[in-house]
């Protein structure tokens, strides 16, 4: 079976820190990524998807970045975070098949201080 | 264009009591609908999936949901409300572009 998994659960950075946010998939190949935020009292938010290895898409202008060095391997990153990056961050993966739901992580809870 | 309206930002029922989420949506197609349940600082896990075949859709923990195309709806709906139901729930409809439109997500409280 498919499992996502995600790390760290949860995380304290100072304004102005890098950020690296890694999340990796098992038990199927070739899959859709996506990072999602979830600012608190807001909905879902796409930052960014992948549908191969070193294909990214970025649906918003932001102060992060995304990366996909292996198949089954996402990161997201900053080189310098800001207050508002603070959130809820979820990574999930779906099969490159249309009408395919997403398969969620457990998140990490950013604060940035 | 996709649109998904979750029509109450809170539901609070008794335990044991019926559970009705309301999601009306807007597609230029007939797409896929999900209801998604998001516990406290968890990610989000699939209850349900409509992809054009029953329209009475059947998920885990007791719940389905009913697709409506006349009335463009896709409620989720449960018999019994236990104690574990109360989280955030979400409804999503997959776009053309293979991509997800999320619903602004409903609050179920569940009292004893």
């Known amino acids: 079976s498919q499992t996502i998994h995600q790390w760290p659960a949860t995380l304290v950075q100072p304004v102005g820190s890098p950020l690296s946010l890694e999340c990796t998939v098992e038990?199927?190949?070739?899959?859709?990524l996506y990072w999602y935020r979830q600012a608190a009292g807001r909905g879902l938010q796409l930052l960014f998807y992948?549908?191969?290895?070193?294909?990214i898409s970025s649906e918003v202008p932001q102060n992060l970045s995304a990366s996909r060095p292996q198949d089954r391997q996402f990161i997201l990153s900053s080189k310098k975070l800001l207050l508002s990056d603070s959130g809820f961050y979820l990574c999930?993966?779906?099969?490159?098949?249309?009408?395919?739901?997403?398969?969620f992580g457990n998140g990490t809870r950013l604060t940035v201080t | 264009a996709q649109s998904v309206t979750q029509l109450d930002s809170h539901v609070s029922v008794s335990e044991g009591t019926p559970v009705l989420l309301r999601c009306n949506y807007s597609?230029?197609?007939?797409?896929?609908l999900f209801w998604y349940v998001q516990h406290p600082n968890k990610g989000l896990q699939l209850l349900l999936k409509y992809t054009s075949a029953a329209t009475l859709v059947k998920g885990i923990n007791g719940f389905e949901a009913e697709f409506k195309k006349s009335e463009t709806s896709f409620h989720l709906t449960k018999p019994s409300a236990h104690m574990s139901d109360a989280a955030e729930y979400f409804c999503?409809?997959?776009?053309?572009?293979?991509?997800?439109?999320f619903g602004g997500g409903t609050r179920l409280m569940v009292k004893p």
């Open positions: 999503v409809v997959l776009n053309a572009g293979n991509m997800l439109t």
């Open positions: 999930a993966w779906s099969v490159q098949a249309g009408n395919s739901p997403l398969h």
């Open positions: 992948s549908v191969g290895i070193g294909q």
């Open positions: 597609s230029s197609y007939s797409p896929s």
């Open positions: 038990g199927t190949s070739n899959p859709n």
